[in-house]
């Protein structure tokens, strides 16, 4: 009877985050906000714990997630000078122009898979404003972009902004991120073709004609490739996933281009440019605008030097507080300071006149929303595990042996990712109940880890009421959120049943 009373009262504040979105329609912030202060009023009057003790736990909660609060500001950095400097534009004028401007699936794909995938390396949030928009402006339904964008986005979210969700997971289990990349790049692989399929088809395409075959498997194929490179190969260098997947996808289409280009010479010699042609800009112009994320790869590559890594590792310090174990923190080889480094590279490069105060005072207000989010839902994560409330639920949800917690906890984990309004926390969650379930199922605990860092960002992402509401302002659209939701659950449920099963498939062969 203990052990029930104690699962309900574990549950409560995950139960006051669905709640918060889906019935009282509050903002990430707020929801998150409610649902910690529920939880100190559970360890304050049913755990018996001393005020002083809980304020203590929610603070290092927030000290211990301090890589996810730099990525994120940084993040928007860097987003606000690409913009800003003009080099967006370029980027996106240079992808758009290797393909026929009349070609519609094939310009919307280049947008989203290998801008998405360039930009989303170092950024996940500042693909959004940039998506969402230029779909719109080929042309496409507001909801079918809202719906098509966000169903994509799902299967680069757990690798976005340099390795940010893996690191969270090291973090919450210390296990190492190559170790966590394996897993979680086996899991990422069928959700590859599932977000892929779901964007083609929710723009409208003909899915069997051999133009969208072609595009579809060649393009699928590309990431997967991607996958298999930087998560089961060189896992060390996960980091470059994404852009590793937009480059080969940038030759595939600039191929694909080429030969299509052709064909409507030789079939209509005479014929003019086609309207909305993007510009053309010089060599040296495109350069600037890829340059940055150049030279953001370079530094990244150059930090795994046997030399460089060991020099920057005694730049690393310890911090510990209030009788917890000290962790340990480098600067220098955190994703969210090769972001920063990133984003000043752009101004050197810049195409029109930029004022770097003002970019980081815009980046600064952009960035408060989620920075509070994260700090109030790291809060409420560690108070749950300082307390010991996720190790219960975990052992409560083990008993039912190792096939059973294989087949169900990808559903948790999708649960919990759609319950934070900001996923880093919801990782840090899940990670850290493996922990406890791994010893006992015999599972290696960098499996379902792996299976976590997937399984909280991916198929839940498009769900959360704050992405369906982001997404609608980017698009000037108001009161469709119910209708995007459901549009979304379809493919989300198909993307959850094909990562599950690999998920399976992974634990049984490990």
Not at 51 to 62: D, F, M, N, T, Y
Not at 230 to 243: A, M, R, S
Not at 259 to 275: E, Q
Request: proline fraction near 5%; charge should be neutral.
């Amino acid at each position: 009877m203990n052990t029930a009373i104690d699962v309900i009262i574990a549950l409560l504040p995950i139960a006051a985050l669905f709640v918060g979105f889906l019935v009282f329609k509050l903002t990430a912030f707020k929801a998150s906000f409610y649902a910690w202060v529920l939880e100190l009023v559970v360890v304050l009057a049913y755990y018996q714990q001393a005020p002083l003790k809980v304020i203590e736990a929610s603070l290092w909660g927030i000290v211990t997630i301090w890589s996810g609060f730099l990525v994120l500001y940084t993040g928007q950095i860097f987003g606000q000078a690409y913009r800003s400097t003009g080099l967006l534009t370029v980027l996106l004028n240079s992808v758009g122009s290797i393909v026929p401007a009349r070609d519609k699936q094939a310009q919307a794909l280049a947008l989203v898979v290998v801008i998405g995938g360039f930009i989303g390396a170092f950024n996940g949030f500042a693909v959004y404003p940039v998506a969402i928009p230029g779909l719109l402006e080929l042309g496409f339904d507001s909801v079918a972009t809202i719906t098509s964008f966000l169903v994509y986005f799902a299967w680069p979210q757990p690798f976005v902004s340099l390795f940010i969700v893996p690191n969270i997971s090291n973090v919450a289990t210390h296990v190492p991120i190559p170790d966590i990349a394996r897993a979680a790049g086996v899991v990422a692989i069928p959700l590859v073709f599932v977000s892929l399929l779901g964007f083609i088809k929710l723009l409208g395409f003909r899915f069997f004609t051999a133009q969208t075959q072609f595009l579809f498997w060649s393009l699928s194929l590309s990431n997967v490739a991607a996958l298999i490179l930087f998560t089961q190969v060189w896992p060390e260098y996960g980091i470059l996933t994404l852009i590793a997947g937009a480059a080969i996808s940038l030759v595939v289409l600039y191929i694909y281009g080429r030969v299509t280009k052709m064909a409507a010479t030789d079939a209509v010699p005479a014929a003019a440019m086609p309207a909305g042609e993007p510009p053309a800009h010089s060599a040296e112009t495109q350069f600037r605008a890829y340059a940055p994320l150049l030279i953001g790869v370079v530094i990244v590559l150059s930090t795994k030097i046997p030399s460089v890594s060991a020099a920057l590792e005694h730049l690393s310090f310890k911090v510990g507080a209030w009788g917890y174990n000290p962790i340990s923190i480098n600067i220098f080889t955190s994703a969210g300071f090769f972001v920063f480094i990133t984003a000043l590279v752009c101004y050197p490069f810049a195409l029109r006149q930029a004022n770097v105060a003002k970019d980081f005072y815009a980046a600064t207000l952009r960035s408060r929303s989620s920075l509070s989010t994260l700090a109030v839902g790291s809060a409420l994560v560690y108070l749950l595990v300082d307390t010991g409330q996720i190790q219960l639920i975990a052992r409560v949800l083990s008993n039912g042996g190792k096939l059973v917690y294989a087949w169900l906890s990808p559903l948790m984990e999708t649960l919990g990712g759609m319950a934070f309004g900001q996923g880093l926390p919801a990782d840090f969650l899940l990670a850290s109940m493996q922990v406890a379930v791994a010893p006992l199922l015999g599972i290696p605990l960098a499996v379902l880890v792996g299976i976590v860092t997937v399984m909280s960002e991916g198929p839940p992402n498009p769900l959360k009421p704050t992405q369906i509401a982001y997404t609608q302002s980017l698009a000037n659209v108001t009161g469709k959120d119910g209708e995007i939701f459901r549009t979304c659950l379809k493919w989300q449920a198909l993307s959850l049943v094909a990562a599950t099963i690999a998920a399976v498939l992974l634990v049984y062969l490990s």
